[in-house]
């Protein structure tokens, strides 16, 4: 590769880096081709991506970034994840990863916070940002039916209470 290459190369990374809010770092070895494409196929499918780079090229991407902390993963055959929502290229990694023991997870960054190959997993099983806003927008269209429902119960029950109450009152 020329300098001037490896240089374009270094640059593209750094704006990738630039752009995400996590880098996942794994290691991986012996993938075949048609795995390499089917994790792609995944990581694209949510809006992440795949990249495999070279580990020099890669710690001097990350020297002007935020993610500098986690250049000391970069030791053998190693490839990054990366996506802008906070949990996509993680579970996508984790998910390949439990079903193909060739790649491992190594740790990553979310924003600023390094995480451990445990952290990354954990990140993993949280809902992604689209099905949060999903929860969300579901609690918000609860018909007032079913507040107004509720708040007329517990009325009704205070009334009878105090209706009890009073009766209870005379007879004494």
């Known amino acids: 590769m020329y ?3 490896k240089e374009q190369v270094v640059a593209d990374l750094t704006q990738v880096l630039e752009e995400s809010e996590l880098v996942v770092v794994t290691r991986q070895t012996g993938l075949s081709v048609k795995e390499m494409t089917d994790l792609r196929r995944r990581m694209r499918e949510v809006d992440a991506r795949y ?27 190693t490839a990054i994840a990366y996506s802008k929502d906070p949990v996509a290229a993680a579970r ?14 190594a740790g990553g960054a979310l924003g600023e916070l390094t995480l451990d190959a445990d952290g990354i997993k954990a990140l993993a099983a949280l809902p992604s940002l689209d099905e949060l ?3 969300l927008v579901g609690m918000l269209q609860t018909p007032a039916t079913r507040v107004a429902g509720v708040l007329q119960a517990s009325a009704g029950q205070l009334a009878r209470v105090m209706s009890a109450y009073g009766a209870s009152g005379a007879d004494a």
């Open 3 to 5: 300098r001037a290459d």
């Open 51 to 77: 990249k495999v780079i070279k580990n020099r090229l890669a710690r001097r991407a990350l020297d002007s970034s935020r993610f500098a902390d986690i250049a000391p993963l970069f030791v053998g055959p």
């Open 92 to 105: 996508v990694a984790v998910e390949f990863a439990k079903s193909n023991d060739k790649l491992e997870i």
């Open 133 to 135: 806003r999903a929860k």
